[in-house]
């Protein structure tokens, strides 16, 4: 029993050596990336600031002489004197936050005018480097201070504020909070303690401890306190204060201490719970009785203003005025905060610091875990060892989350690369190698919680979870660095990988057996939150249901949630054993629009729509009596007859498309966090840990061609097989190839309509054209960017039109910004500002924007018609479309577009998915020669389709080989040919098909087959030919249509001319293919 403590004891010991070595590793790496900062890329931005400055005069002029400065102030970021001693090491650290934190506004500001400014001569390769770099170490540096396991000290004088939550709509309907306190108490004679306590009874017993809410303190908040010398957490609902009041904390006269109390508070809806744990940071912490809060009331969001959210911890300003239940002298005594909600916070990491004394002591806090807590929004990089030496490579790593999206490892260079992640539950293995795409996944879906991993890597890569494994192909390659947890975005748009990054912990991980040294930490933090790995929020695309006899069992039932959708009809959520007699037939459901809870043999409606795109909590009580409803805090009020009324059976089949977040209802032996929703039964269509209000990612649209009737487009059949090197064009680079083509995105609503800010690249040589429109109701009824007699002009309606003065479709790539405000509105071209439009009576506090927003033309005619703008799409490209500085990658549909590849075009037909008809062009069963060249982009698809009756002909690729089959209906016969080289080499290769005396031949360049046909056919009748794929594709003898180019098509001797066929079904570009 000795032994075995001595040995904890030694394993704790040795985690301190090894986070203090991290430490002092750590100090030097953030040192010299500042003194880079300092040296290169400060250097860099002033001469491409000078060589600008050319064609800005004076602007330019004034914004380098301002890098001049920042340069100066970086150059007195430094960790200077850096000892072994840890306390040093702190201080140093400080200091430099410090110096960061004063440079850092000018230089962000600086960044984005340099930015913007060079739209109109492009950025040079090594000025948007530095830009990105500076960037990295301003992150590296911050995410470097978050995990510095130090408390913070407080002086009774000072605060510090810190920038609120990221996504203050996260915190509305749920909040956790995790710190650690202990008070300092001064020690004085018993003469001072007697006239301490005459002047001010409350001098030590009570003291603020921190805020979050408006900054006129107006509103709803939450806060704690200490109350004679006990801790009280507060939160104000919809007008209502709700306090908590639990126990005494840590007091002590010692300010080196590092005895600790741990505070847990959660709030979910109205209900919350706090946790203490006394002595948290000794060997013998005793954990306290929850004290809980249950209102009777339905009233459950926080209603917070973005705009003047603040966060004042330990204190606050003089001219601010806390609420009374917080209103008490600032705080003294060591404070660490740890998180506000599942996201890391250090208050080191400030935004103010006011009195703040640099001197006081710095506490360090004992540490026992060794994970990692991954935020979902950075990744961790170390380099290989020894990158040409060995053969073989293994990675080991433990996992602890509940996400099914997100990337786990990474490991490439310019050439090539590997990436492991999981996509909708599945494990997937990618890469690109030797201009191959390769792609393999997992049979069944893999779960991240507690799970092992090994990935090998030699003659092939292997990824082992488990008993399991997944594999392909490898070519030895020297790797230089791996990344874990996510990626930079460079690297993520030169490979197009979309796997987010991942959230949760690990921890155990190691390379070739040795433990892993990293060389950069974006967004990862110590220590490992595993009450709130749950997955909060998911998209549905049909209605959840709850099962649990403990909810729908207990009287009364209570549930809440948040949803978001544009959908009218739809069941959210549902008991699954309705009917049963033991627990309530429960049901929440939309109605054209309207909320309907249905429960037993009663029904409520509100009175209002929520089927606007924006977020909207409800809570909703099942009482014996009848049902309560209370939406964003406002109670539905409707009569209810004691009596029977029947439940609206149209309802009960509906499918809610949309995202629900923070599900939570009241329960014997709760936890006081949302459900995860990870745990619930996936029979249901839903995709956890995303919002998204878009088709299921599995089904991947296509382009697909306009119906009478555009929202039900039939998507087209995705590609199949291998992907040949990918071409230069990425996923946001569009080409609208004619007057009707466009693209439709669903933006998220309550940033539609709240001070939108949008970009995009546009190049064009047609002089009018539609080139981005969203219809709005009320006093603006649309927003709409296009072009006319060459310039590029941005309406909101009538009288409301602002334009760029110089012409614009000159053929070049053009950087369009456009936005609203309040009061204004606002474009610039290639970084000039036009002259800024005026909305009387803040008009643009009032936006109505709504769904869809579309690139291009507008295909129904209505939301431009009576504006005296274009119907029609400009002609020609558009890429990087981005909303709020968010890339727009999730296309919902489009028509007659195809990708923009920005380059040397050649002649040839280019299909991209779609497909053309040529009909009574083609005889099954007489003699023929079809002869052509092919450039694949996939390396399966449809090329040529025949069908007669029960006779058919397909012409096909099917993964590096070019296939024949002939059927008469009863029998077949096919041929097949494997080049030598690959398919995917670039080149054009000759392919020759005919049936000749029976025979049925196949020459693919050099090589050829042939089989006799065993049959004859006696059709006489011209049949429709079928080029590069089908609408009806379970007849072809492989799934997908042809995604390349096609040239040089002859059939017995004569050219195919694609351009007078009858039909062409888009994306198809006839007679023009992007050169390789």
Known sequence: MLLAKVNTVKGRMNTQKEKGESLRMGIPTVSDNLKKIRRDDTDVLIESAKTTAAASNSTISNITERLRNISQKLERITLTNVSVNIDDMLVDADQALKNLNTALPVLKDKITQVEALSGKMPPTANMTKSIRRIKDVIEETRNFVNRLPVATTFNGKGHVELRPPRNPEDIKSFTAVDMLLNRHQNNPSKADFRRMRRQNKHTDSSVFVFYLGNKNASGDYIGMAIRNNVLICVYKLGGVVHEVETSQIKTTTNVNSSDFDRVVFHRVYQDSEVNITQNFTSQKPVSLTPKRNLPNTTTGIHKLDPDSLVFYVGGYPEDFMPPVELHYPKYKGAMKLSYINDNPVCLFNYKHAVNMDAKQPIVKIPQSEVSDYYEGTGYRMAFIKEPDKRKKRLFKFHTNSRETNALLFYIGNEESFFC????????????????????????????????????????????????????????????????????????????????????????????????????????????????????????????????????????????????????????????????????????????????????????????????????????????????????????????????????????????????????????????????????????????????????????????????????????????????????????????????????????????????????????????????????GRGVIPLLALYMANGKIKMSLGQNRIIQHKQKSNDGNWHRVEFSVEKSTFHLLVDGFRVTDGHLPNNEGSSLDLHNPAYLGGDPKSKTTKGHNIPMNSVIGCIREFKMNEVVMVDLEASYKTLPCLDGLAEIGTYFGGGHIVLENYFTIGSEFVLAFELRPQYLTGLLFHVQSHKASLNVFLMENKVGVRMNDGNRAVSVSVTPRESLCDGKFHQVTVSEQRDVIKLVVDSISQQKAVPFTSTSTTLDTLYIGGTRKQNRAPVPSPFVGCLRNVKLNGRPVAFETGSRVVDPVSINSCPAD
């Open 420 to 775: 492991v992640f999981v996509e909708r539950g599945f494990l997937v293995l990618q890469g690109q190698q030797a201009g191959r795409e390769l792609r393999v996944q997992s049979a069944e879906k893999v779960s991240l919680f507690d799970k092992h991993f090994a990935i090998t890597i030699a003659d092939r890569f292997i990824v082992h979870y488990g008993p399991q494994q997944v594999s392909t192909d490898h070519n030895r390659t020297n790797f230089m660095s791996y990344y874990i947890g996510g990626l930079p975005s460079q690297l993520r748009q030169r490979h197009d990988i979309t796997a987010p990054p991942l959230r949760g912990c690990m921890d155990h991980l190691t390379a070739d057996a040795e433990i892993v040294k990293y060389n950069r930490t974006i967004g990862v933090s110590d220590g490992c939150p595993v009450s709130l790995l749950g997955v909060r929020s998911a998209t549905l695309y049909s209605a959840l249901s709850v099962d649990s006899p403990s909810v729908w069992g207990e009287q009364p039932v209570r549930v809440s949630l948040g949803f978001r959708g544009t959908d009218g009809h739809g069941a959210l959520l549902r008991s699954s054993s309705q009917g049963s007699i033991s627990v309530h037939d429960l049901q929440l459901s939309l109605a054209d629009g309207y909320v309907v809870f249905n429960s037993d043999n009663y029904t409520l409606k509100s009175d209002k729509r929520y089927n606007d795109g924006s977020w909207h909590y409800l809570s909703a009580v099942c009482r014996p009596t009848g049902l309560e409803l209370s939406i964003d805090n406002v109670k539905v009020i409707q009569g209810q007859s004691p009596h029977s009324r029947p439940v609206d059976q149209h309802l009960q089949g509906g499918k809610f498309k949309g995202c629900i977040a923070n599900l939570y209802t009241r329960r014997p032996e709760q936890s006081f966090i949302p459900a995860d929703l990870s745990s619930f039964s996936q029979t249901v269509d839903v995709v956890l840990g995303l919002c998204s209000l878009h088709p299921p990612p599995h089904t991947e649209l296509l382009p697909a061609p306009v119906l009478k009737k555009p929202k039900k487009h039939k998507p087209i059949q995705a590609p199949a097989g291998s992907q040949c090197k990918p071409q230069r064009a990425h996923r946001g680079e569009w080409q609208l190839s004619g007057e009707h083509s466009w693209l439709s995105y669903t933006l998220p609503q309550q940033d539609l309509n709240h001070r939108p800010h949008f970009s995009l690249d546009v190049k064009t040589k047609t002089s009018k054209g539609l080139i981005l429109h969203v219809a």
